[in-house]
């Protein structure tokens, strides 16, 4: 089904520290959207890019995170300074395009953060 | 603002029975989605339709953008059916809504 990568699949910190997940998407995707699923399966749009353009970003993430989608690199999300309720499964989706008529995404696995 | 209430919640199904997911829009959508988490965690993808219905194996879904809903139905349930279904639709700028997620368990 889908071949996005994400790494690491498991993440610890403290409080504090720098949480950093990165994913690749599929091969000729350029848009990609990051979202944290909490413990009670909802979704929470985080960031999404175009190539290595940001095309939104929610208000927490553009305080909170550093992301980036270099070329010839895998994207990545980066929390500065991790907090209790932070700890979510952050999941990575690319799509073949936007606009048109598709917007189908494609999910990794996801990365599960536990901040203590 | 744009939401979307899916139903049910938990589904308990036994194997070779059959129901209906349904997911409702406060919206107009332009296009939804559907997946089932699987075991292992990964979203796998069942569906994309920006209209009418698909169909593959014992699942089927419909999607109405005009009366803004979707529905997922699964015929002759099997155990591997098991897992948490989730619809996700676009509702225009990018912007993309969840469902809830459904929980189905499919029992011998």
């Known amino acids: 089904n889908s071949k996005v990568i994400q790494t690491p699949r498991y993440l610890v910190k403290g409080q504090g520290q720098k949480a950093k997940m990165r994913c690749i998407p599929e091969?000729?995707?350029?848009?990609v959207f990051w979202y944290q699923q909490n413990k009670n399966n909802e979704f929470k749009f985080l960031i999404n890019?175009?190539?290595?353009?940001?095309?939104?970003q929610i208000d927490m993430t553009e305080k909170r995170f550093s992301a980036e989608c270099p070329s010839n690199s895998p994207c990545s999300l980066e929390i500065q300074s991790s907090e209790a309720g932070d700890s979510a499964l952050y999941l990575c989706?690319?799509?073949?395009?936007?606009?048109?008529?598709?917007?189908?995404?494609?999910f990794g696995p996801g990365t599960r953060l536990t901040v203590l | 603002g744009d939401q979307v209430e899916q139903s049910p919640s938990a589904l308990s199904l036994h194997e070779g029975t059959g129901s209906a997911l349904r997911c409702n829009f406060t919206?107009?959508?332009?296009?939804v989605q559907w997946f089932r988490k699987n075991s292992r965690g990964s979203l796998i993808n069942l569906f994309y339709?920006?209209?009418g219905t698909k169909e593959n194996g014992r699942l089927k879904s419909a999607f109405d953008s005009k009366e803004r809903y979707s529905t997922l139905h699964i015929r002759d349930a099997q155990l591997e059916d098991s897992g948490t279904y989730f619809c996700?639709?676009?509702?225009?700028?990018?912007?993309?809504?969840f469902g809830s997620g459904t929980r189905l368990l499919v029992s011998p």
């Open positions: 989706a690319s799509r073949p395009r936007l606009g048109g008529s598709s917007y189908e995404q494609y």
């Open positions: 091969k000729g995707h350029p848009v």
């Open positions: 890019f175009q190539n290595q353009e940001v095309l939104q």
């Open positions: 919206t107009t959508m332009r296009a």
């Open positions: 339709l920006a209209s």
């Open positions: 996700a639709a676009e509702a225009g700028g990018y912007k993309v809504v």
